[in-house]
């Protein structure tokens, strides 16, 4: 398998995923490469790379089950790989989104794309650095190997760096006082 080159239009990022065979024996159920898409209405990259809306049974053949939305509802689980080119470098279109990000919300009043989920977060920078803007301005500087867990805050994503940052996500779905007046 050749290489992906590491741009923004070319971030692939590969995902093995194992299950087991007929006689409950394990095997890699799928070993692929992802392809990343637009985030609507902000500056990054998702690539989805497996994602539950139920509780897997086991043992199960590893086969994906098709996501009814890109945002986890509550209990679903997604994994994700986030990609931030720097900072002026607008996203281009790789994949369409498909779908609108249904538990994606916007903070009235707040800086350019601060939004928050409902969802706990997970995060780890792979490579490159990111910043973690909350709502009120205060930025984090966070480089590889710096964890996050995103507890349903109104935050942003920059990248203030020279290259295109990668962050892994791990997002479990989650009852949010906010989201439900909406």
Known sequence: MTE?????????????????????????????????????????????????????????????????TISPGIGAVRFVQMILPPSGHQPLTIAPAGERRESMRTVPGAAPEVHFTASVDFLVVIEGEVWLELADGVEVHLRPGDSVVQNGTAHAWRNHGKQTARVGVVAIGAPHDAAAAR
């Not at 007929?22 to 890699?28: E, K, L, Y």
């Not at 990054?44 to 139920?54: K, M, P, R």
């Open 4 to 68: 992906v080159p590491r741009s923004p239009a070319g971030i692939r990022p590969r995902v093995v995923v194992t299950g087991h065979d007929a006689d409950g024996r394990p095997v890699v159920a799928e070993d692929s490469r992802a392809t990343p898409m637009a985030n609507p209405g902000l500056t990054d990259y998702f690539a989805v790379l497996w994602g539950i809306d139920e509780l897997p049974h086991f043992p199960d053949n590893g086969a994906r089950q098709p996501l009814t």
